[in-house]
């Protein structure tokens, strides 16, 4: 029995006792989506068009990762509207982002473990490093589209009465913390992620200048901005999708 299997035993445990039966579907959502990125390296390494595996498998982590949450349908829809809108503005944004910056592929750091090795792979890196960036911010955009949603849903259950203009107001506020919630979450997550980089650049004496140029570093840097970036996105798209529902059932 390896450690890995040891520990996903464990955190099953643990979501079924605090989570209940949405506990247990949180853990099953987790799989399919690790499922799901597994097939997409598989068809993107046959030599299928990049694009549509990066966009068809995204939309469908996005999809799994929202239904899991258990909310209700009106929440689903719009937290998963939300999201795509937000990943497909996020993609216009990273292509010529990743272009300009020439950050894909291999940096110079990682010469000495490919050393020997043919990097003629019959794969775009540029493509490559297109759809990794995007893959990464995807868990922080669904995240953030299901809290505020659930959290102006809860307004809307509670206060039936309120006008559209307060309903907005109120849920730019709540908004506004989730959004402040996760921003530290994606902070943090790159904070640790960069944590042995920055000690591999302390240990081997990297000037500022040779830092902020180094292809790791300005990778990370731009992983870390287009989650924030889509974070702070889905506020006020989730606030339009909302009010746009809501004038489409008082006009029918």
């Known amino acids: 029995m390896s450690v890995t299997f040891i520990l996903a035993l464990i955190l099953l445990i643990l979501m079924i006792i605090i989570g209940g039966k949405k506990g247990f579907g949180a ?27 990066l966009l068809v498998g995204s939309s469908l ?18 937290a998963l ?18 272009h300009i910056n020439f950050v894909q592929g291999f940096a110079v750091e990682n010469s000495e473990e490919l050393e020997g090795l043919s990097l003629q ?5 540029g493509q490559l490093g297109v759809a990794a960036a995007l893959l ?24 039936p009465q309120m006008k559209l203009f307060d309903l907005i107001k109120e849920g730019r506020q709540l908004g506004q913390q989730i959004v402040g919630t996760a921003l530290n979450t994606v902070l943090f997550g790159f904070m640790a992620d960069f944590l ?7 240990k081997l004496h990297y000037s500022f200048a040779e830092i902020i140029n180094s292809k790791l570093f300005v990778a990370a840097i731009l992983s870390m ?28």
Not at 31 to 44: K, P, Q, Y
Not at 121 to 125: A, E, K, P, R
Not at 225 to 252: D, Q
């Open 225 to 252: 901005i287009y989650a924030f970036l889509g974070v702070i996105m889905v506020l006020p798209i989730t606030l339009m999708l909302i009010n746009l529902r809501h004038k489409h059932k008082l006009n029918s």
């Open 196 to 202: 042995s980089l920055g000690m591999m650049f302390a």
């Open 136 to 159: 990464a911010t995807l868990g922080a955009i669904a995240e953030a589209a299901v809290a505020i949603t659930s959290g102006i849903s809860e307004i809307m259950y509670h206060h």
């Open 61 to 78: 982590v996005l999809l799994i990762t929202v239904y899991s949450s258990g909310a209700d349908e009106d929440t689903i829809l719009i």
């Open 121 to 125: 792979i019959g794969l775009n890196f």
């Open 81 to 98: 509207q939300s999201s795509l809108i937000v990943m497909l503005i996020l993609m216009i944004i990273i292509i010529p982002v990743e």
């Open 27 to 53: 853990y099953i959502s987790l799989w399919i989506n690790f499922t799901i990125l597994m097939g997409m390296l598989l068809f993107i390494s046959w030599g299928f068009n990049l694009w549509v595996i």
